[in-house]
């Protein structure tokens, strides 16, 4: 699986949107972009993925660049509890194998009031 | 619907004595997983299961034991607790390959080893 590269942190106010970007440019063209985050001693919460399309949901958006070697996480509005470490990880996506999360070390991303 | 469930959810163990940490899950998940967490550091993959019955290592299986004999349920054995196995693990489980939905965490066991 490719490897990607996060800032260490990052602060975000509080009702601003949060960017957080990622770089994976040794991806594959089988390899899905997958964010997930984990709160302060929580497990990791899935959050989203994409392959080469945009995507949302009701927690993010993913914006995935036109040749893949990068992508940034939205959230569009930050609150207090979107404080956390988040993870990019790419990866074979579907299919009947175990393609096992590799969790790299994230970014840590802090909403101040 | 509680997801994924991990006891104990704190333990105090001495070098040498063994325990079992149990994973539960009920959404009929194929796959699951161990993972344990040092701090500071990103999730390393200890063992997984694809099924009932079967078993296989993952990056830093040394010194753990798994077990599937259902499909809800992952235990993970040690069988000589060290030092070193001071961490925390966190079990997770997804439908098949964990693609479309990603995969389901529980919310940790905190192991010490004195």
């Known amino acids: 699986d490719a490897k990607t590269t996060q800032p260490t942190s990052m602060d975000c106010a509080e009702g601003r949107a949060a960017n957080l970007p990622c770089n994976h440019s040794t991806i594959s063209g089988n390899e899905y972009v997958y964010w997930y985050r984990q709160i302060h001693s929580q497990g990791p919460q899935y959050i989203i993925h994409g392959l080469k399309n945009n995507e949302t949901n009701e927690m993010a958006s993913l914006i995935i660049t036109e040749d893949r070697k990068s992508s940034t996480l939205i959230l569009p509005h930050a609150t207090l509890r979107d404080t956390a470490v988040y993870y990019c990880?790419?990866?074979?996506?579907?299919?009947?194998?175990?393609?096992?999360?590799?969790f790299g070390s994230g970014t840590q991303l802090t909403v101040l009031p | 619907n509680a997801g994924v469930t991990q006891t104990p959810k704190f333990r105090v163990l001495k070098t040498g004595q063994s325990m079992t940490l149990l994973c539960a899950q009920d959404?009929?998940?194929?796959?699951m997983y161990w993972y344990r967490q040092d701090p500071g550091m990103g999730l390393r993959l200890i063992h997984y299961s694809v099924g009932e019955g079967t078993t296989a290592k993952g990056e830093v299986p040394d010194g753990y034991n798994v077990s599937r004999l259902k499909k809800q349920n992952f235990l993970l054995g040690l069988e000589s607790a060290a030092p070193s196995q001071t961490s925390v693990y966190f079990c997770?489980?997804?439908?098949?390959?964990?693609?479309?939905?990603?995969?389901?965490f529980g919310s940790g066991t905190r192991l010490t080893v004195v």
């Open positions: 997770a489980s997804s439908y098949l390959g964990g693609g479309s939905y990603g995969y389901t």
């Open positions: 959404m009929n998940h194929e796959y």
């Open positions: 990880i790419v990866r074979v996506g579907s299919g009947g194998s175990a393609r096992q999360l590799t």
